[in-house]
């Protein structure tokens, strides 16, 4: 590594509110955003001061570890913690909890045709790349809080989350047994996959808690926001428990930032292997749901990785599609659409908003001005400007449930690689929209967790119709078994194809409402405390 090239100088950075609430000049620094996660009128907190790597600096990173390039690129950003605790809390957050010494390794399929494989982790889907760091980083900012305070009260944190699936397993992984926080996790009885299911179900750890709720993902997560808009719930979990309620949601920072590391990791990949030369444009597909993903590879083009057009592909639900081709973004009369890919299926992208922020010449007047719109009249259209400057930056296209299945059957046929129906979508769109840049298509979950529609692409079954007879009785591991078996594809992780046999530890269903969740919230609590 050319160290000349890789000096930088310490500082703090500081966050602005998208929303302009918090005074210029007394923004917070990393470590309390990621504790406060959304900013007081209800913006979120984007860094003030942009990193800009040269060419120089990116070729001096090809031969780093993925945690020592996770680590430059968090001191950079100028998080506020020592360059040591950094270091270390990379090594613990993309270690051998990956199941790949690269961590997101790039896999070339055909020349100028790449796939960023971001389901290393232990629940084998993206929301890991930030769940495994967060956690590891929350801890340490409240330690680092208790020391600024000195001697004064002290409180742990209770990560409250509402999941329709896949975001419930990453965050019980990445909290479990850290330091000064808890996790319970809801979920809609009978609105997830088995295997879902199971993986929530079997979580191991001493602060983890899993429900099921009586309802539909929405009676969930307003049973939820409604327990942490509940006073007196609040006084009592401080009072009793010392704890404050969190949500660690996709809008907070810390959940961001890890994110824009796979894409230079991704870039210095292809470096690496000479694929690319240092300042060769690529671009970047990304199958996109709440903007978060997206934005990161924005972030990474900003500070300076090569990126020409990010491509933002969506399923049936294709509200960011319509918006960023034509401006306005509009759910007046947008049905809801269930898709082979549930982790898309958003209308309300919350990301978004930093996205404009920073497209907008970080006005934060005309931030509130849009998402006030958005409230009260379910649409808003962005200025000429910022308008020019989305699509300088951004082209984007939908793909439908069956032509999602169908590219997982085509992809598979021509490379033997099999794909989820996230990564589908992105496959399809950078096939429709790429141009001469070599393409990352980033590969957001492995097929096993999908392996139902997994199974209908491959033996041709349109999406939404039933499996056969008997396919349609095994569980999710038995199927996957099945699919590997029957086409020749690699079989699942352990982590995955143990499942059956793992001890359900969590299979308690309770009601939708607020009081339930708060019951079982308290009566958990009870459990964590008592001494077995
Ligand atoms: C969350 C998720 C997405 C969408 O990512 P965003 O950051 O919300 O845009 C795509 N694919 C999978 C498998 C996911 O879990």
């Known amino acids: ?39 007081p009128g209800g913006g979120l907190f984007v860094p003030q001061v942009l990193p800009r790597f040269t060419l120089k600096e990116l070729a001096a990173l090809v031969d780093c570890s993925y945690p020592q390039l996770a680590a430059y690129v968090f001191k950079r950003f100028g998080v506020d913690l020592p360059d040591e605790t950094i270091d270390s809390l990379m090594q613990t957050a993309y270690g051998d909890n990956f199941d790949d010494p690269a961590i997101t390794p790039v896999r070339t399929l055909a020349p100028g045709k790449h796939v960023l494989e971001l389901w290393h982790g232990p629940t084998s889907a993206f929301k890991d790349m930030a769940l495994q760091c967060l956690p590891v980083f929350f801890s340490a900012a409240i330690e680092q809080q208790r020391l600024e305070q000195g001697s004064g009260p002290t409180e742990d944190f209770l990560i409250l989350v509402a999941t329709s699936g896949d975001t419930g397993k990453a965050a019980l992984e990445g909290f479990a047994d850290r330091a000064h926080t808890g996790v319970i996790v809801f979920y809609p009885h009978g609105g997830v996959s088995d295997i879902q299911f199971k993986q929530m179900a079997t979580q191991l750890g001493d602060n983890v808690g899993v429900f099921g709720v009586r309802g539909n993902f929405d009676d969930c997560q307003t049973a939820v926001k409604g327990a942490f808009s509940d006073e007196t719930f609040n006084a009592e979990l401080a009072a009793t428990h010392r704890l ?64 020409e057009q990010l491509i933002c592909a969506s399923n049936d639900n294709r509200v960011l599609t319509d918006f960023i081709n034509t401006g306005t973004y509009d759910i007046t009369e947008r049905p809801f659409i269930l898709t082979p890919s549930p ?155 143990s499942l059956d046999a793992a001890p359900i530890r969590f299979a308690e269903v309770i009601d939708g409402t607020i009081e339930a969740v708060e019951q079982a919230a308290l009566q958990t609590l009870a459990n964590w405390h008592s001494p077995v």
């Open 1 to 39: 590594m050319d160290m000349d090239a890789l000096t930088y100088r310490h500082y703090t950075n500081t966050y602005f509110d998208t929303r302009g609430f918090v005074a210029c000049g007394k923004g917070p620094s990393f470590t309390e955003t990621i504790i406060k996660g959304i900013a």
């Open 244 to 307: 404050r309620l969190s949500s660690a949601n996709s809008i907070n920072w810390g959940r961001l930032l890890p994110q824009v590391v796979y894409y230079m990791s991704a870039y210095l990949q292809l470096i690496a292997r000479d694929e690319i030369a240092c300042g060769d444009k690529i671009d970047v597909c990304v199958p996109t749901g709440n903007f978060g993903n997206i934005l990161a590879a924005w972030y990474a083009k900003e500070i300076g990785v090569p990126i």
């Open 343 to 497: 982790s898309m299926d958003i209308l309300v992208s919350s990301n978004l908003e930093r996205q404009l922020f920073e497209l907008c010449g970080r006005n934060s007047a005309l931030i509130q001005d849009w998402m006030d719109k958005l409230r009260t009249e379910r649409r808003f259209t962005v200025d000429r400007e910022t308008f020019a400057a989305l699509r300088s930056h951004f082209s984007a296209d939908w793909v439908s449930a069956d032509e999602s299945l169908t590219t997982i059957h085509e992809v598979f046929k021509a490379y033997q690689y099999l794909i989820d129906p996230h990564t589908a979508v992105a496959w399809k769109a950078a096939e429709r929209l790429r141009g001469v840049n070599p393409v990352i298509i980033v590969s957001t979950a492995h097929w096993a967790k999908f392996g139902a529609n997994v199974f209908r692409a491959l033996s041709r079954i349109p999406a939404g119709k039933p499996l056969p007879d008997w396919f349609g009785t095994l569980t999710d591991v038995r199927l996957n078994a099945h699919v590997s078996a029957i086409w020749g594809a690699a079989p699942p992780p352990p982590r995955l194809s």
